[in-house]
Each structure stands twice: as structure tokens, then as C-alpha cells.
């Protein structure tokens, strides 16, 4: 089993930074990708941003120049968001691909004021 834990949410003025982490634990074997879903009142769940196990990332194309994603050895993943807007409130999920199964964190809110 596979433990995600975020952190790092929050109250943000339009403009503002945030920076979300992600601890993983538990029986990971090998991670094939980690990355970062959100889910907006009323809207589907989105993925925001994910980087593969080369280092590899993806962005949707609502954050594309504010958002970067990053992830270090322990297997802790972070997402750094800059010039958030109103938009980019959400529930925010750390999610991790181990050996082709998805697991997700219980979730971080973000909340950008205009």
C-alpha cells in the first residue's frame, strides 16, 4: 500500500505563490510517474502537472508558465505555482503511478482571491 501526503495549500491574493508538497510512503517498488490532479467546484478532475521517472513533464495548458513541478530522491513531489489566479482554486491531489497502479493523496485546498 502507498501512503500521499500534500502540504502547502492555502489563502492567496490574485498574483501570489504557492508551493504544494507531497511525501510518498509505503510499499513503492517503482514509481512510473508522480504528479499533481486538482478538482474546482463544478468542474471535472484535472491533471495540472505530472514529471515521469526520466524527469520528464507535462503541464495542462491553463498553468503552462506559472506552474513547475519538480520532484527529489526521497520520492517527495512539489509544485511550484506562481501568478495564481482566481481559477487555480481548487482541491489539489498528489498522485503517484506505482508498477501501472494510481494512488492519490486526500488533497490540499487552494484558494486564490480576486
Known amino acids: 500500500q502507498v501512503q500521499l501526503v500534500e502540504s502547502g495549500g492555502g489563502l492567496v491574493q490574485a498574483g501570489g505563490s504557492l508551493r504544494l508538497s507531497c511525501a510518498a510512503s509505503?510499499?513503492?517498488?517503482?514509481?512510473?510517474?508522480m504528479g499533481w490532479y486538482r478538482r474546482a467546484p463544478g468542474k471535472q478532475r484535472e491533471l495540472v502537472a505530472a514529471i515521469t521517472s526520466d524527469g520528464s513533464t507535462n503541464y495542462a495548458d491553463s498553468v503552462k508558465g506559472r506552474f513547475t513541478i519538480s520532484r527529489d530522491s526521497a520520492k517527495r513531489v512539489y509544485l511550484q505555482m506562481n501568478s495564481l489566479k482566481p481559477e487555480d482554486t481548487a482541491v489539489y491531489y498528489c498522485?503517484?503511478?506505482?508498477?501501472?497502479?494510481?494512488?492519490w493523496g486526500q488533497g490540499t485546498q487552494v484558494t486564490v482571491s480576486s
Open positions: 498522485w503517484l503511478v506505482n508498477l501501472g497502479y494510481d494512488y
Open positions: 509505503g510499499s513503492i517498488f517503482r514509481v512510473d510517474a
